[in-house]
Each structure stands twice: as structure tokens, then as C-alpha cells.
């Protein structure tokens, strides 16, 4: 494991708050590399017993994932964060980074948040909930991806992921984690410029190299952010579409059997935990 990123004891310690695809994909990853991960969920450690036990992982309650980590890596549908206990990072030393994966699905998922409908980067959003500066990283990328595309560094065709915030050493520590999961990081600039890699963008899920993300951060046009995120929704729901008549009369929100690609979670929406 890499000893550039420091942490409160003689290992680096990563908190992920939620265990959908990613949330899990993550904590596998990072507890491959060495990392002390914790995992948790909304329906308490207890049922992450068997999940943590797999990956290497510690279940955990939210709060003790955001008090007792270095990193801490909120990976849940947006409007789950308003769901998360009140005063979650009282107390918690400004040393530690919150790392804000979620993507915002009013349609879908999530329901209309009338801030972000206005203009105010999902993440930007997600601090003001949180009370905390944030890196918006992972949020574009599917867990397929991260779990099975990591390359060495110079591997020709790397793929890139990019973070945004306002904080240049918990930036540089993110980016960090970026390069040693088997990608080629890409600085996307403060958090008011994460509205680059949501929803749709150009910059979102294209497993993109370095070269060609830079282009396509680039390349996003702010007036078209409303649109961006239609497109997307509309291609997952015609994916779920497509799929549903191999549910034999299932919910669709809740049959694991549907895997439509998103990058917070290859399961249903409906079936994405915190």
C-alpha cells in the first residue's frame, strides 16, 4: 500500500457509508491494497456481517464509518443523505476527507431537490448537507469498471478518473487513492466545477484515458446540465424497460436480476442501500 497518505495510527483508515455496488467495489478494492476499511448501510452492521467478512471490511455503524476514519467516502443515493444521523461529523477532526460519490436522479430515484434544479452542483449540495467540504470522485464510473479495469501506470489506453474540491491536499490524497486503484487521475478543478463529470456528461461513465477525459471535462456545457442527466435517465429507464419481462412478474425495483449499468450501483435504484 502506498505510505503517502497519512493517517491518525500506523495504517490509513477509510470509511464507506453505504454498500450498493460501488460503496462495495470500493471498500473490496481498498482493503485489497491494505487499507483498514469499515463498510455500513442504513439497515445496521449487523447485515453487512457476511459482505465485510468477503471483502475484508469491518461493519460498521454511519456514524462510527465517520468518526473513526481518515477518509470517509459517502456513497449513497442523494436523497439518502438528508437520512444520514444529524451532527455526523461533529466532532470529527478537519483532517479528515469526505470523499461524495452520489448522483442525482430526480426521475428515477431521488425526487426533486430544488437546489440542484437550480443550477447548485449535486455535490456542493451534498457539503451543505453534510457540513463538510467534499472531493467529488468516483461518481463516474461503473463499478464494473473500477472493479476490473485498473491498469498499472503506462499501460497504454490507462483509463482516467477525475476530482473535483476545493481542498488541494485532500484532493491530491484522492487522487492518490485514484492511482492506486489502477487509474490515471485527472485534477477536475474546484468542487463549482464538478458539475463537469455528473449525470450524463460528457466525462460520465466513458472509461475515458487521460487525454480524452481532459477533452471531455472540456468539452460540458453548464447550460446543458438539466439535459445531460434527462438522456441518461432516459437510457437507463429504456435499459429497465428492456429488461423487465424477464422478471416474471417481480418488482422491478427490488429483483437483483436487473443490471442495468449505473455508476453508483448495478443493481435497481429501488434496491441501492446507504
Known amino acids: 500500500m502506498s505510505t503517502t497518505i497519512e493517517g491518525n495510527g500506523d495504517q490509513v483508515s477509510i470509511g464507506v457509508i453505504g454498500a450498493g455496488s460501488l460503496g462495495e467495489t470500493l471498500g473490496r478494492q481498498l482493503a485489497r491494497l491494505g487499507y483498514v476499511v469499515s463498510i455500513s448501510n442504513s439497515r ?34 442523494t436523497k439518502a443523505v438528508t437520512d444520514l444521523p ?21 426521475e428515477l430515484r431521488d425526487g426533486r431537490i430544488d437546489a440542484i434544479d437550480r443550477g447548485m452542483p449535486d455535490s456542493e449540495w451534498v457539503a451543505r448537507q453534510l457540513g463538510r467540504p467534499v472531493i467529488k470522485a ?18 497504454p489506453g490507462r483509463i482516467a478518473l477525475s476530482a473535483a474540491g476545493e ?20 485534477d477536475a478543478g474546484g468542487l463549482n466545477e464538478s458539475w463537469r463529470q455528473q449525470t450524463g456528461a460528457p466525462a460520465y461513465c466513458r472509461d475515458l484515458d487521460a487525454a480524452a477525459l481532459r477533452r471531455a471535462l472540456a468539452e460540458a456545457e453548464h447550460s446543458r446540465i438539466a439535459d445531460y442527466r434527462a438522456r441518461e435517465e432516459a437510457r437507463i429507464r429504456q435499459s429497465m424497460s428492456a429488461q423487465a ?10 429483483s437483483p436480476s436487473v443490471r442495468y449499468q449505473s455508476p453508483r450501483t448495478s443493481r435497481p435504484f429501488g434496491g441501492a442501500s446507504k
Not at 58 to 71: L, M
Not at 245 to 254: K, V, W
Open 86 to 106: 444529524r451532527q455526523l461529523f461533529a466532532n470529527v477532526p478537519d483532517s479528515v476527507i469526505v470523499v461524495d460519490t452520489c448522483n442525482y436522479h430526480p
Open 44 to 77: 445496521g452492521p449487523e447485515s453487512l456481517a457476511a459482505l465485510a467478512a468477503e471483502i475484508g471490511a469491518k461493519p460498521v455503524s454511519a456514524t462510527e464509518a465517520a468518526r473513526a476514519s481518515d477518509i470517509v467516502i459517502v456513497s449513497i443515493p
Open 167 to 186: 481542498q488541494p491536499d485532500a484532493k491530491a490524497a484522492v487522487l492518490r487513492l485514484v492511482e492506486e486503484l489502477g487509474f490515471d487521475p485527472v
Open 245 to 254: 419481462p424477464q422478471q416474471s412478474g417481480s418488482s422491478l425495483a427490488d
Open 138 to 155: 468516483f461518481n463516474n464510473i461503473f463499478a464494473s469498471s473500477l472493479l476490473n479495469k485498473g491498469t498499472p501506470a503506462g499501460s
